[in-house]
């Protein structure tokens, strides 16, 4: 690739750093301050259409699949529409019913992956709407989609998705607002949202300080050989995303659960010789999750926590800074992509290209 890697080892390396900048670009301009709201000039949706959308339906694959899974939470907390994600692969193939009160979001960094593309020209086919949420302007799946939001993360390099990922949950998260705001979301919570999302680019750089500490703790876990994410609701999909992000760079084994199903399962595999990483927000599941860490900590399992306050019954916490209950999840997942680089780079792994992997997947 032709990016300049401005004095870092790798791309990866750059674009984790690049976030905060990256998520002033896809805020700039679009903040309506007088009516709490957000602007996006490229959704052609007028008021009385956004209240006629009673779904909202995500399709995107990996890292894109996981920002669109975080995306349905929002619209579900800020709009009470309901939504969800599906990896795009799966969609296309089960002859899912099309239905035209439905609104298709389709999320692709690329804009260019197959399976997504072929989801969007098959709803189309079908008179559906697709909105588009892509970082490559003018890539195909942004041409076929009849509106969208561009993330304006700028180039990203790296076969593992970073700064994409985090800017498309903020676009998500201004399609959450704007939804909203043409129904029940109040001016005051529109207002809370709005000034969240402007403390993201700070809270960036602060959690970003902490790379020598997260560094050392990559090296104490670079010999596992599986590792287990866990986190609730907001929670799932952040340890989703950081479990992907470990197995793509580092080769380690990792797999994701909902806290809430340790019992149904996982807790079996419980000991020392395999960590667990958990999410664990300070909102209303703030006690759950606690339990969960003590039903691990009680079978001698190791924890890693990323919380917004030290966690008793963790070995270690990562702290991140606290924002808006809906928002937490943007910021959570930063450190486990650290975690993950670093972990590859204690590995000697091959970071900005994995093997096996590739950059965007135009072929079935
Ligand atoms: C490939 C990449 C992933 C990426 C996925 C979707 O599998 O290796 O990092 O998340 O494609 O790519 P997209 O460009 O559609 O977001």
């Known amino acids: 690739a032709s990016y300049d890697m401005g004095g870092h080892d790798t791309y990866m390396h750059k674009e984790i750093h690049e976030q905060a900048d990256a998520v002033d670009r896809v805020l700039r301009g679009r903040i309506d301050d007088r009516f709490s709201t957000v602007h996006l000039g490229g959704l052609n949706l007028d008021a009385r259409e956004a209240r ?58 690329s804009g260019e992956t197959y399976d997504v593309l072929a989801a969007v020209q098959e709803l189309k086919r079908k008179g559906a709407r697709v909105f588009g949420i892509v970082n490559v302007v003018g890539s195909a799946i942004a041409r076929e989609a009849d509106a969208g939001i561009y993330v304006h993360a700028g180039p990203e390099v790296c076969v593992v998705s970073t700064k994409c990922f985090t800017n498309t949950t903020v676009a998500f998260a ?10 029940d979301l109040s001016v005051r919570d529109g207002k809370r949202i709005i000034e969240g999302l402007r403390k993201l680019p700070e809270q960036i750089t602060e959690v970003l300080k902490q790379e020598d500490q997260i560094k050392q703790l990559a090296e104490q876990y670079a010999d596992a050989r599986s590792m287990l994410f866990i986190g609730r609701v907001r929670g799932y999909p952040v340890a989703r995303e950081a479990s992907l992000k470990l197995k793509e760079v580092s080769y380690i084994h990792a797999e994701a659960y909902p806290a809430s199903e340790l019992k149904h399962g996982p807790l079996a595999l419980i000991e020392p010789a395999l960590p667990t990483v958990a999410i664990v927000p300070d909102d209303d599941l703030l006690e ?44 959570m997942g930063i450190p486990l992509q650290l975690l993950a ?24």
């Not at 994600?85 to 089960?94: H, I, L, M």
């Not at 201004?174 to 129904?183: I, K, Y």
């Not at 670093?342 to 994995?354: E, F, M, Q, S, Y």
């Open 288 to 331: 759950k999750n606690r339990a969960a860490l003590e039903e691990i900590k009680a079978r001698s399992g190791r924890i890693l926590a990323v919380a917004h306050q030290e966690q008793e019954k963790a070995d270690q916490t990562i702290v991140v800074p606290k924002n808006e209950d809906e928002l937490d999840p943007i910021l």
């Open 174 to 183: 201004l399609l959450a607002l704007h939804l909203g705001r043409t129904r």
């Open 341 to 364: 680089y670093h972990t590859a780079l204690a590995l000697g792994r091959d970071i900005d290209k994995p093997r096996n992997l590739a950059k965007s997947v135009t072929v079935e």
């Open 52 to 109: 006629q959308i009673r779904r909202v339906k995500i399709l995107g694959c990996g890292t894109s699949y996981h920002a669109g899974m975080i995306g349905a939470q929002m619209i579900e907390e800020l709009a009470r529409i309901p939504a969800d994600a599906e990896p795009a692969s799966e969609f296309r193939y089960r002859n899912a019913v099309v239905d035209p009160d439905t609104l298709y979001v389709a999320v692709s960094q």
